[in-house]
């Protein structure tokens, strides 16, 4: 038999409606907090995603400029990378990668076109140049003048020449800075979007230019110059030297080399496992 409810559990009390509308009155007041969060979480998704992306995508010209001529500065007085010490090093180092990531990186394929021309050395840490002024400094007859690198590659899609230029002189016997030019020539080949291999081909001595000292010992102005005198100054004027470094029975030496950077005015490369980096800024074509 079942037992009845206490009449006083039988009817419970109602809410009545006006106690229930305070919940709704908060969801709807909770609503624009939850979209301002909302929105605030997208905008940090948003900062962080471009805090990740490249920085040549997000870099203004007056940004790119601004790291070039800071990259410029830093090198100036070094000589071309002779008299650096550590910590000058590491500065110089860390400017190069500023405006390294400006570049198009592996993105982008290297723009022969742009490449193209005549580019002076401003600063190497590569061994086998720093050697020249190494030497320069320890024989004080010797002068070593402008550094360039020449490519010629306009016209081309995989590849072309380059042709690194030393201009070098002897005090006294040659014109200072420029009395002769040493020419290292290669033929590279572009293996991806910026990476070049070297072969070199041949190393020559020419354009040598005497001073006027020696002229005037060859030949006195105040004595009429003789056929002999003046085949001589010919024979100098229009002498070259050259080595070829390839031929059939031996490899040609050859080289990796890292086109890290390039624009209408500056060029920046990487010796690949020599080591070494390179600063080169846009000249006037070698005649």
């Not at 409810?5 to 229930?20: C, E, G, I, M, V």
């Not at 969801?27 to 805090?51: H, N």
């Not at 002897?170 to 800075?177: A, P």
């Not at 020559?204 to 001589?232: C, D, G, H, Y």
């Amino acid at each position: 038999m079942a037992l009845a409810a206490p009449s006083s559990l039988r009817r419970l009390p109602t809410t009545p409606p006006q106690a229930r509308s305070p919940p709704a009155a908060s969801l709807r007041c909770s609503r624009p907090m939850r979209e301002r969060r909302l929105r605030l979480r997208q905008l940090l998704v948003a900062a962080a995603a471009a805090a990740a992306a490249p920085l040549a995508a997000s870099s203004s010209p007056a940004d790119t400029e601004r790291r070039k001529h800071e990259l410029l500065r830093l090198v100036q007085e070094t000589r071309r990378g002779f008299a650096t010490g550590p910590e000058q090093r590491a500065a110089i180092e860390e400017a190069v990668v500023a405006v390294e990531e400006l570049g198009a990186g592996e993105g982008v394929p290297l723009d022969l076109a742009a490449l193209d021309g005549t580019w002076r050395l401003c600063y190497t840490s590569a061994s086998d140049v720093l050697v020249l002024f190494e030497a320069a400094e320890r024989l004080p007859l010797l002068q070593v003048g402008q550094i360039y690198q020449k490519f010629e590659c306009k016209d081309q899609s995989d590849g072309g020449i380059v042709r690194n230029v030393v201009r070098w002189s002897i005090k006294n016997l040659l014109e200072d800075q420029e009395g002769a030019t040493l020419l290292v020539s290669a033929k590279f080949d572009v293996l991806s979007k910026r990476n070049i291999f070297l072969q070199f081909e041949e190393v020559a001595v020419e354009n040598i230019k005497i001073s006027e000292q020696l002229q005037a010992l060859i030949a006195p102005a105040i004595l009429p110059r003789s056929f002999l005198s003046l085949q001589i100054l010919q024979f100098i004027k229009t002498f070259r030297a050259q080595v070829p470094v390839s031929g059939p029975e031996r490899r040609s030496p050859g080289g990796l080399y890292y086109l890290s950077y390039l624009d209408c005015d500056m060029l920046l490369g990487r010796s690949v496992g020599g080591g070494g980096v390179f600063i080169f800024t846009r000249a006037q074509p070698l005649l």
